[in-house]
């Protein structure tokens, strides 16, 4: 994690984070594996392996995936509303469903 930085028309700014910071806990930390070992990564593997349960299984991560994507879809259309079907999984504006398409890359 880096420092804060203030930037003013499009310049970097040097401030004095330290009447903001005074116990000096922002900047650059350092990765303690054995605090972070038991986090995301390590507990999904441990899922797959059946060993234990994830905090984000699948069933809650889809589903707030789907709706963050379908957000970002709707931040295209300002002031209109979009309407989704969650049977067939598309929009009833067929100008929204063409960011549901993509081109797959080959393997």
């Not at 507990?43 to 060993?51: D, M, R």
């Not at 709706?67 to 979009?82: D, E, H, Q």
Request: hydrophobic share 35%.
């Amino acid at each position: 994690m880096e420092t804060p930085r203030l930037i003013v028309d499009g310049k970097y700014q040097e401030i004095d984070i330290s009447k903001y910071d005074p116990d000096g806990k922002l900047g650059n930390t350092v990765n303690d594996y054995e605090r972070d070992a038991p986090k995301h990564y390590h507990q999904f593997v441990s899922a797959c392996l059946g060993e234990e349960e994830a905090s984000a299984p699948f069933s809650y991560a889809a589903r707030l995936t789907e709706t963050i994507l379908l957000g970002v879809i709707a931040g295209r259309f300002p002031n209109k509303t979009l309407h989704w079907n969650n049977e067939i999984a598309m929009f009833k504006e067929a100008d929204a469903n063409t960011y549901l398409e993509g081109v797959n890359r080959k393997f």
